[in-house]
């Protein structure tokens, strides 16, 4: 049973960092695609970064290119994602999530392309 759990959100003043952690368990043999994604109160969910397993390629939304960061350490199927400059609107429970489906090739950042979500990790940028 392929389980994804998130760490490292926190409080965080504007302008600082945070390194989220997604920790896959079980065989990703599978899917070929990683992604962080968020959910601000009242708002729906939006992508925010992925990682192709195969190639390691990673793709981003304008609101964080030059900011985020995301990674992913093959090894021990840990994915990261590196926040710097952060904002108050980046506050928001952030997501992992993997995926297998065809359509996130092409869409990587489509919440509907992928099938397992971990619980989230609560990230607040506040001064």
């Known amino acids: 049973q392929l389980q994804l759990v998130e760490s490292g959100g926190g409080l965080m003043q504007p302008g600082g960092s945070l390194n989220l952690s997604c920790v896959v368990s079980?065989?990703?043999?599978?899917?070929?695609?990683i992604g962080w994604f968020r959910q601000a109160p009242g708002k729906d969910r939006e992508g925010v970064a992925s990682?192709?397993?195969?190639?390691?390629?990673?793709h981003y939304a304008d609101f964080v290119k030059g900011r985020f960061t995301i990674s992913r350490d093959s090894a021990k199927n840990i994915v990261f994602l590196q926040m710097n400059g952060l904002k108050p609107e980046d506050t928001a429970l952030y997501y992992c999530?993997?995926?297998?489906?065809?359509?996130?090739?092409?869409?990587?950042?489509?919440?509907?392309?992928?099938?397992?979500w971990g619980q989230g990790t609560q990230v607040t940028v506040s001064s």
């Open positions: 999530a993997i995926s297998r489906l065809p359509i996130t090739r092409a869409a990587p950042l489509y919440t509907g392309g992928y099938a397992k």
């Open positions: 079980g065989s990703m043999s599978d899917y070929h695609t």
């Open positions: 990682i192709f397993t195969y190639d390691h390629s990673t």
